[in-house]
């Protein structure tokens, strides 16, 4: 295991260890790279998999994923 200093934004790790359950912020971090990994890995369809088994126990909201999808399609970064 390598140690390493980042600067991390502090609101989307506190997300991550709410969605994920974890206790440390270490722990939420190798989580969300292991589950970032395996999507890659996995391809698009475990990917999509995936995000509808969070969409249905209530971590993802799919509809928000669609509207953001679209913005990017549109070349818009506005939230």
């Known amino acids: 295991m390598t140690k390493t200093l980042v600067d991390v934004d502090d609101e989307l790790l506190a997300d991550v260890m709410e969605q994920t359950g974890a206790r440390t912020k270490k722990q939420a971090i ?20 995936n995000l509808r088994r969070m969409a249905a126990d209530g971590t993802l909201d799919l509809d928000e994923v669609e ?5 990017h399609k549109q070349g818009r970064t506005d939230k």
């Open 30 to 49: 190798n989580e969300a790279l292991e589950y970032y990994r395996e999507a890659q890995r996995t391809g698009p369809q475990t990917a999509w998999n």
């Open 67 to 71: 509207r953001l999808s679209n913005l």
